[in-house]
Structures are given as C-alpha cells and as structure tokens.
C-alpha cells in the first residue's frame, strides 16, 4: 500500500485544520460545497470566475526566499475574492514518502543524483502533479499554486508543456533575493527553529543555515526563459520583472495584488474605539464619552507595554537586539475611532483616516430594540436568519457589502511594512479579521472583540498566528458589544426576545463582569506548534 499523502490528506490533516477555533488560521482547510467566499461578487456552475480557466502559479526560488510566504498570502487573496485556490507544497508529499523522522539523501537536490535519489524525486513528483490535475479536472479548481524550489530552465520547460498539454495555463513566479541582510532575516524568521540550531546565536545559524542550503542546492538558475509566462519579484518586492504575463483577466488581478504585497514581518493589532455618549446611534457620529476617554489612554498604554514587552522577550530568548518596527495606526473617520487614536497622536504616532473603514450601515434598524425590528420586519429577520452574512436589512449594508468596500484597505494592510494598529468598530474589525485568519462567511457575523482585549495577528509563512492581549483596569461597562450592532445571528423566533437594552439597542444584554486587577496578558494559540514539522524544509 502506498503510504503517500495526497494534497487532500495533507490539507485536512490536524495541524492544518481550524476544527472550531477562529484563532486558528484556515488557509490550509478544504472549504465546504456551495460555500461562497467573503468578497464573492458572483457563481459559476463549474465554480471558476472571470472566464480564466485554468492556471497554475508555479513557484521559483531558494530556501528562505519568502516562497511559501508569497503562496499562502496569494491563495488568502484569492479565496477571498471566490477564485478556487489549493496550495500544493512539494514538502509535504516528500515528508510523507519519507516517513515521520526519515531524510531524504544528501544527493537528492543534486543535478547527477544517484539513480535511488532520481527514483524517489520522480515519485514525488508524479504523485504531487497527479493530485494537482486531479484537483484542477475532477474537483473544479481554478488556480493551483505548486510550491517547490523548480531551480532549471530545462525542468520548468518541461513542467509547462506538462501543464499545457492538460489544457492549464501556466505562469511562473520567483522570489529572487539578494540581500544578505533580507536572506539573514528570512532565515531567522522562519527555518532556524530546527533543533540543528539550538542555543546558537540567531545571525550564525542563518549564516551556517543559508550555507547548508548552497551545498544541498548547488545549482538554481534564476529565471530567463523568453517564451515562459512569469513574474520575477526581487528583494521581497523593491523591483519587478514580468514577461509575457497578459494571458487574461486574473493574471491581471495577481500580478496587481503582488505589486502590493512583501514578506517582511510585521504584527497587526485589532481593537475597538472608546465608548461614545450615544452608543445606539450611527448618525449622530457622537464623541467618545468620559469612559471612553479614560478606555482610550489604557488601550494605548497597553498597547506600547506589550510590544516592548515582546522585544526584550525575543533578546532574552537570543533574539537579535534589532529596534522595534514603526508602528502606524489606522481608524475610519468617525469621531469616537479618531478620539480613540488621539493619545497615539499625542505620543508622536502616525495615524491615518480611511473612510472606508466606517462601521456597517444598519439602514432602517437604528435605533430599534430587537424586539421591534421582529415586529416590524419579521420576513427580514426570518432572511437575516437564513443567511447573517450576505442578508441586508432596508437602507441596510451586508456583511458582503463591506467586504467589497474595504477591498482597498486590505491590499493596503498587504502593503503595510510597519507594525499596524487598527481602531474601527467590531464589524470592520470582523471583516479584516477573517480575511487574515481565513474565516468562513459563516463565521464573521459572530466574531467577538470585547473591548478590554486587543487581538495581535503575526503573519507566518505557512499560517498567521492570533493572540489575546488583556487590557486591564477598565470599567465593566466599556467592555460589552456594540449596541449599535445588528445582532448577528438574532436568536430564533421561538426563544423569548430579550428586553431591549437602556435608549434602544441591537446587541446582546452584556453579563455585567467583575473588574479583576491584573497585568497584560497573552492568550498564544497553537499555530506555531502545528508546523513545527516544516521549519527544516528544503523545498
């Protein structure tokens, strides 16, 4: 029997799976049937968008290059617009071929490898394209990225008559880097976790790392094949090169979003703006009231404790002892998100307005209890029931419909190089959560971002990892979701409609919680651990 793990397997094996965690990053799950992507304009019956047929982005470049990095961030892009995207990591199916625990020969890279070594690559190789097709022909997928090194011109030629005879479009793309200092940093930041590097100063392992990988890859041709479809992104993307890529309307949208993206590491915040003196109002754009106020300066403190907490951990840990990022805040142009980011202006931060991220428009509801708004549009709430995400009450914004709206800002968020700091009220915030952690449509209605929390999102090369951030100290009151939320889902008609909450509301009553005096704290889920197989990877 063959033992091989297909891309399937591998895709639905634990590590990857978010099981029911949305602290858990879902890039790597296998969505359901008939589920529709977040930012989804519109189906198709084989479910391939934008008349693109078939592409395979096929990865080309070095260890620690960013490569993995690159696939996992493009795919999250993707899915989110509906394109059907699966990652294929070469690494995985060499792994499950050599078994938990076994290596592959020292020869294995090696152009003049021994006939064993040939053998071994040519199985992996077959089984790993053969789910591809079978992904691409039989599960009606649109885009498959095959992550691997793919070092010869003579070897990526082949591989795209392969691809072109089964009727795939193919196009390359390379993450070529030659700067020492970005290679150290890659190096560092993700392979030198391997116990081969234990207690070893970071900057020399990644030096005796990248030499390892000189030696066990001693030939790579970087990318020049006229007659080739690629896209060359040098230095984590200060430059780059395309040639031939102006097949259809995707590849026009990938390279777009690549223009927009890098791989250097950086960590985003979440948090919601202070209390307001009318809370159950959308129009009115009211002020941040006296606890609020009070809410806004423990945020940020909270805020700048951590992050320098975080830094003397990693030089304690032997981390280099490198400055802290910038860090730049970003809030919508409502009142209560703009006094809420007045201390971090006061203290010297930038901070930035988007219009786009104002809070979701809840139309005719404002200001309505629950228990009205059942008896006023019972045929809507029994909609609002069916589907929280996409439904949209009278003169009312969709979940869907804010999704579309802040597409802006997310390739802005891709283009962000500094350490990111958003205030915006907790529909956005779901929003922009979900697109960073993978959530399902089904999920985003019920995120929760109490207010004496701050979530920390650190993108990863194989899956971003979520944090709690405890902010202490802070009124009861400032703690509970937003009354002017439309309360997603609303509780089923047969449950007894709960009393509306003081001046109107939409939210849930809060369960008045006991104030308890206690550091910042962190709550680090399991994600790091979940590929601790991977951090050795040549591929």
Known sequence: MDTLLT??????????????????????????????????LYSTMSGRLFHSGRIAIVMVGLPARGKTHIAVSLARYLGWLGVKTRIFHLGDYRRATVGQGGHVPEDYFYPNASPASVVLRQKILKKCREDIYGWLNHENGQVAIYDAVNPTASGRRSLAK??????????????????????????????????????????????????????????????????????????????????????????????????????????????????ATEEDSFKADAPLSKEGLKYADVMAETVIKHREQERASRIASGGSNVPLRPLTVWCSTRMRTLQTAGTFTELGYKVRQRSQMAEINPGVCERLSERAIRRLYPDEVEKHELDPYHHRYPRAESYHDLAVRLEPIILELEREQNDLLIIAHESVLRVLYAYLMHCSTM?????????????????????????????????????PGSPEDIRIPVPDSGTETPAPLPGGGLAAPATPSIVVEKPPERVVNTAAEAVRDKIADED
Do not use: W
Request: net charge negative; charged share 25%.
């Open 7 to 40: 891309a399937d397997l591998a895709a639905n094996a634990p590590r990857y799976r978010r099981k029911s965690s949305t602290f858990i990053d879902g890039i790597h799950d296998v969505p359901e049937d008939g589920d529709r992507a977040p930012a989804q």
């Open 162 to 275: 392969e691809f072109a005879k089964h009727d795939v479009q193919t196009l390359f793309l390379e993450s070529y880097v030659d700067d020492e200092n970005l290679l150290r940093e890659n190096a560092r930041n993700v392979k030198i976790g391997s116990p081969d590097f234990a207690n070893m100063d970071p900057d020399e392992a990644a030096k005796l790392y990248l030499t390892r990988m000189e030696t066990k890859i001693p030939t790579f041709e970087t990318m020049n094949e006229k007659e080739l479809n690629y896209i060359k992104m040098i230095n984590a993307g200060q430059t780059f090169f395309y040639n031939n890529v102006s097949f259809n309307y995707l590849s026009h949208r990938i390279v777009f979003y690549l223009t927009n993206t890098h791989i250097k590491s950086r960590a985003t915040f979440f948090v919601r703006p202070g209390t």
């Open 443 to 479: 999920d985003i209605p019920n995120l929760k971002f109490p207010r004496n929390e701050i979530i920390e999102v650190i993108p990863s090369a194989y899956q971003n990892e979520a944090k709690r951030i405890h902010i202490p100290g802070l009124d009861p009151r400032t703690v």
